[in-house]
C-alpha cells in the first residue's frame, strides 16, 4: 500500500499552499485575531499529475493550429522558430537581416527590443497584409520590474515577502508593456541564487525554493491573469530554465553542476511553480547542467517540463543561446541547432541558427518534420491564446506619464521592501531611525544620493531616469535648507587600483559613455566638511546598477566600488552619527559598516519612487518590514553562503571569532578567519517596534505516515501567537522552518516552509497558523522521487532563519 502510495505522490505536480486569511476573534481577548492559513483537499488532490494548460488547450484553438499547420511551406514553418532583435542589442552579435523582407515571406515569427505603437506595427503590417498565410508576429520584451512605470528590482521585491505586491508589479507592467505592442514579457526570472558574486542575483527571487515558489506564482497571475485573451493580459516567459542561478564560482554564463536531488528540491520548484500557475512559455539558460547545456537538454526541457510537468507553451532560447552551444563543442551549427530542437527548444531568439540549417535537414531526413510541426503547434497556441490573429496591431496612445496613481503603486511596493538592517542605540541619542525633528542639520552624502539612473535598477529597458525622485530631491523637499549636500566621491573610480578607474562600453546602440574620473580625495573632504557641520549624517552608496548589476557583472569582491568605503571610514570618523543607506542589488559585504556605523537600511535599487520611499522609512512614516530573501556575509569566501546548508559530520560550535583553542574547536567544518554564520541572515530585518513570539503549539504532534502520503492536508498545524510589544503599528513577516531529523538522505539544518505578513497595532496578538502536509514535509530520496518517512520534524516560528521558538512533529509508521 505504502509503496504505491510512494509512486504515486513521486508523480506530484508541486503547486504550493493557496494561502487563506480568516480572522477570527479570540475568545479572551478583543484583539486577539486568528490568523489561518490552510491550503484546501480539493487543491491536493489536482496534484496528483500535471494537468493540461486549459488555456493552450481547447479544441477550438487546436482545430485553428492544425488547419494553419496544414497550408504551411517548410519555409514558413521554420520562419516560426526564428526571433530576430531588431531594436537595440540585449546580448552580443545582433544578426544583421532585412526584416521587412523576410516577414513578407513570412518568416519572422518573432521579435524582440522592438517596442512602440510605431515600430511594432510596421512590421505587424507587413506579416499581416504581405505575407502568405497573414501569420502574426509575436513581439516580446524584457520587462522585469515594471515596463514604464519601473518600481524596485525583483530581489527587493522578494525582501517583502509579499506575493501580492510582485502580483501588482506584473499587473501595471503587463497593461503598460501590451500598450507599446508588446504581448510577450521574458518575466518572471525564478533562479535561485545562493551567490551574489553572480550580479542576475538582481533579478531573482533570492536563496529560497519556498519563497521563490511563492512568488514566481504571483508573477505569473500578475501577467497573465490566468487568462491570456484579455487585451491587456501577457504572455510570461519563465526563465532562465534551469538552474543558471547555480554559476560555478559566481561568474555568469558559467556552468553548473549539482545532484539531481539538488537540483528537483531546490533549483526547479520555483519553475515548476511558475509552470503550475499557467506560464506560456518558458526560455532555455546558457548554462550546462551537469554537462549538458540547458539549450539542448532533453532531460530538463523534455521529460521534466513537458512529460513531468505537463507544460503545453513554447520554449525560447535565450539569446543566442542555441548558436553559442558550438562554443560547448557538443557539435557544429546544424548539430547543435538538431539538439536544441529535439530536445525541446521551440524557438531560437537571435541566434539566425533554425533559420539556416533546420530546412536542410528536414529534406535530408536528418530531422523528422514531425519535429518541427510540434515547436510550430506550440507557438501558434500561444499566438492564438493571445488573440494575436484578430487584434494584431496596438493603437498609439498618449505617451507615457509617471502619474500620481503609477507614483502611488511604485511607492507602496517600495515601502514595503525597505529592510532596516540595524538600529543600534547612540549614546545621548538613542535610536537614530526614525530621525527625530531634533536633528536639525542632515548632512547627506554619497554618489547614490542623487543619482537617478542607478536608482532605476538593472534591467530597465524603457525605464527613463527623468521619472526618479532621488533622495537628494526627496530630502530638499522635506528639509529645505537643513539638508547639506555632498557627493562625496565617484561609484566606479578608487585609489586602490582593483577597483575601475574608467569605463568605456560602446554598444551598436548606444553612445559611447566613459565615465571621467572623479578626485576623490577632494570630494572626501567636502564630504566630511558637511558632515561636521551637521547633527546627523545619512550616507547613500551602493553600487552602479549600469556596471556592476545584472547580467555579465559578476564580481570578486562584494564590497562598495571606487572609494566609497574611504568615504564611509571618514566621515564615521568625524564622531557624527551616521545612517548608512544602502542602494545595491546584491548582498554587500558589510562588516566594517556592522561594526562602525549605527543605524543600517538596506534600500536596494528602488525604482522611480527611490526617494519618497526611503524617506518614508528614514522619518517613520512608514515602519520597515522587509526581510533579506538572500543571506549577507560577512567577508565574499564564505560564498555561496545560504541558511538552507546540509549538515556536516564536524559541525561548527563554540566561539568561531578567535582561533580554536584544542583539537575539538579546530577539526570542525569553520574557517580559521572569519566566522561561519551570515552577518545578516535569510529572513532577517528590523521594525520600529518589537514583536514577541509565543511558544508555537502544533495540533497533532503525531501523525501516521500514510495519511501525509495520502495527501490528508493539513496533517498537523501549528500555530503561534506573535504580539507587537512596542508603541508602533507595524507588519511583520512570520516565518516558519523545519527539520527533518532523521531521512534517508541528509536534509537542511533549516527549510522554510511557511510564511504571512500581519500588521499588528501595538499591544496586538494575532494568532497564525501553518498547515503541514506532504507539500511541506517531503523531500528527493536517492531515487529522485519525492516522499515523506518516518521521522521527527523540528519546527521554529519566528521572525528571520534564526528563529527559536520550536515545536516538534512525528510521523509515524
Ligand atoms: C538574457 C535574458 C533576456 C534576453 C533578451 C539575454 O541576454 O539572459 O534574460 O531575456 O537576453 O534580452
Redesign the pocket.
Known amino acids: 500500500m505504502c509503496a504505491e502510495l510512494l509512486t504515486r505522490r513521486a508523480q506530484t505536480v508541486y503547486y504550493g499552499p493557496v494561502m487563506k486569511l480568516t480572522f477570527v476573534p479570540h475568545r479572551r481577548l478583543n484583539a486577539l485575531l486568528t490568523l489561518i492559513v490552510c491550503l484546501s483537499a480539493a487543491t491536493i488532490a489536482a496534484q496528483t499529475r500535471p494537468v493540461p494548460n486549459p488555456q493552450l488547450a481547447s479544441k477550438e484553438l487546436n482545430a485553428r493550429v492544425e488547419a494553419l499547420l496544414k497550408q504551411m511551406t517548410l519555409e514558413e514553418k521554420i520562419g516560426q522558430l526564428v526571433q530576430y ?1 531588431a531594436g537595440f542589442a ?2 552580443p552579435s545582433a544578426s544583421n537581416l532585412t526584416y521587412d523582407e523576410l516577414a513578407a515571406k513570412g518568416q519572422v515569427g518573432s521579435m ?2 522592438v517596442v512602440g505603437a510605431e515600430k511594432t506595427n510596421h512590421y505587424q503590417h507587413i506579416a499581416m497584409e504581405k505575407s502568405r498565410l497573414h501569420i502574426p508576429i509575436i513581439f ?3 520587462v522585469i520590474h515594471g515596463h514604464r512605470t519601473i518600481f524596485p528590482v525583483p530581489l527587493a521585491i522578494a525582501a517583502s515577502w509579499d506575493p501580492e505586491a510582485a502580483e501588482a508589479v506584473a499587473r501595471l507592467g503587463a497593461k503598460e508593456a501590451r500598450a507599446d505592442g508588446i504581448p510577450w514579457v ?2 518572471p ?1 525564478v533562479d535561485i541564487s545562493r551567490d551574489p558574486r553572480w550580479g ?1 542575483i538582481v ?1 531573482s527571487n533570492g536563496e529560497d525554493p519556498y519563497l521563490g515558489s511563492a512568488l514566481a506564482r504571483a508573477w505569473v497571475k500578475g501577467y497573465q491573469q490566468d487568462d491570456l485573451s484579455k487585451v491587456d493580459s501577457v504572455a510570461v ?1 519563465v ?2 530554465y534551469a538552474a ?1 542561478g547555480a554559476a560555478i564560482a559566481g561568474r555568469d554564463y558559467n556552468a553548473t553542476d549539482m545532484s539531481e536531488i539538488t537540483l528537483r528540491q531546490v533549483y526547479l520548484p520555483p519553475y515548476q511553480a511558475a509552470v503550475a500557475a499557467g506560464a506560456a512559455t518558458v ?1 532555455s ?2 548554462n550546462s547542467i551537469n554537462g549538458v547545456p540547458g539549450s539542448a537538454n532533453p532531460f530538463t526541457l523534455t521529460q521534466i517540463l513537458r512529460k513531468e510537468w505537463g507544460f503545453d507553451g513554447f520554449v525560447v532560447s ?3 543561446a542555441i548558436a553559442e552551444l558550438r562554443n560547448h563543442a557538443i557539435g557544429d551549427g546544424p548539430t547543435v541547432a538538431r539538439k536544441a530542437l529535439e530536445a525541446g527548444v521551440d524557438m531560437d ?2 541566434g539566425n541558427l533554425y533559420g539556416t540549417v533546420i530546412a536542410s535537414q528536414v529534406r535530408s531526413g536528418k530531422i523528422p518534420e514531425s519535429v518541427v510541426d510540434d515547436a510550430v503547434r506550440r507557438i501558434l497556441r500561444v499566438k492564438f491564446a493571445l488573440r494575436l490573429f484578430d487584434h494584431p496591431y496596438v493603437d498609439a496612445g498618449p505617451a507615457y506619464e509617471a502619474t500620481p496613481e503609477r507614483r502611488a503603486a511604485a511607492r507602496k511596493v517600495a515601502d514595503e521592501t525597505m529592510v532596516l538592517l540595524k538600529n543600534d542605540p547612540v549614546e545621548a541619542v538613542g535610536a537614530l531611525l526614525p530621525l527625530t525633528s531634533k536633528a536639525k542639520t542632515v548632512a547627506l552624502i554619497g554618489p547614490m544620493a542623487d543619482d537617478a539612473q542607478d536608482l532605476l535598477g538593472a ?1 530597465t ?1 524603457t525605464g527613463n531616469m527623468k521619472d526618479v525622485i532621488t533622495l537628494k530631491a526627496e530630502l530638499q523637499k522635506r528639509l529645505g535648507d537643513r539638508l547639506l549636500f555632498a557627493e562625496g566621491c565617484g561609484l566606479l573610480s578608487g585609489e586602490d587600483g582593483k577597483t575601475l578607474k574608467s569605463v568605456s562600453f560602446t554598444a551598436s546602440n548606444a553612445a559611447d559613455q566613459s565615465i571621467p574620473v572623479p578626485d576623490d580625495q577632494k570630494t572626501i573632504a567636502q564630504a566630511v566638511e558637511i558632515a561636521t557641520r551637521s547633527d546627523v549624517a545619512i550616507l547613500a552608496l551602493g553600487e552602479s546598477t549600469n556596471w556592476m548589476e545584472g ?1 555579465a557583472a559578476s564580481r570578486t569582491t562584494l564590497g562598495f566600488t571606487g572609494a566609497q568605503q574611504q568615504l564611509l571610514e571618514a566621515v564615521v570618523a568625524t564622531g557624527k552619527p551616521v545612517i548608512l543607506v544602502v542602494l545595491a542589488g546584491r548582498p554587500l559585504e558589510l562588516k566594517w559598516a556592522a561594526e562602525h556605523v549605527p543605524a543600517i537600511l538596506e534600500a536596494w535599487s528602488p525604482g522611480i519612487e527611490a526617494g519618497p520611499a526611503v524617506a518614508d522609512v528614514l522619518f517613520g512614516d512608514v515602519n520597515p518590514s522587509g526581510k533579506l530573501p538572500a543571506s549577507f556575509p560577512r567577508a565574499v569566501g564564505q560564498e555561496p553562503l545560504y541558511y538552507a546548508q546540509t549538515p556536516t559530520g564536524r559541525p561548527a560550535h563554540g566561539d568561531l571569532s578567535r582561533m580554536p583553542r584544542n583539537a575539538a574547536e579546530k577539526f570542525v567544518s569553520r574557517y580559521m578567519d572569519e566566522e561561519n554564520s551570515a552577518l545578516f541572515p535569510f529572513g532577517w530585518g528590523l521594525s520600529y517596534t518589537r514583536f514577541s513570539y509565543a511558544q508555537p503549539a502544533i495540533d497533532h504532534s503525531e501523525v501516521p505516515l500514510r495519511e501525509v502520503l495520502a495527501g490528508r492536508h493539513p496533517a498537523a498545524t501549528v500555530g503561534v501567537d506573535v504580539t507587537n510589544t512596542g508603541g508602533v503599528a507595524g507588519a511583520e513577516v512570520v516565518q516558519l522552518y523545519i527539520r527533518n531529523t532523521s531521512a534517508s538522505v541528509e536534509q537542511p539544518v533549516r527549510e522554510l516552509k511557511g510564511f504571512a505578513r500581519v500588521t499588528l497595532a501595538p499591544g496586538e496578538t494575532k494568532h497564525v497558523a501553518f498547515p503541514l502536509g506532504f507539500d511541506e514535509l517531503n523531500f528527493y530520496n536517492v531515487d529522485a522521487k519525492r516522499t515523506v518517512e518516518p521521522t521527527t520534524y523540528t519546527i521554529w516560528v519566528g521572525g528571520s532563519s534564526l528563529a527559536t521558538a520550536e515545536t516538534s512533529l512525528k510521523v509515524v509508521e
Do not use: A
Open positions: 532583435s540585449t546580448g524582440l527590443n516580446g520584451l524584457d521574458f518575466s526570472m542576475r533579478e516567459s526563465k532562465h543558471y526560455m539558460s546558457f535565450d539569446w543566442g531568439m537571435e534591467w529597458v547580467e
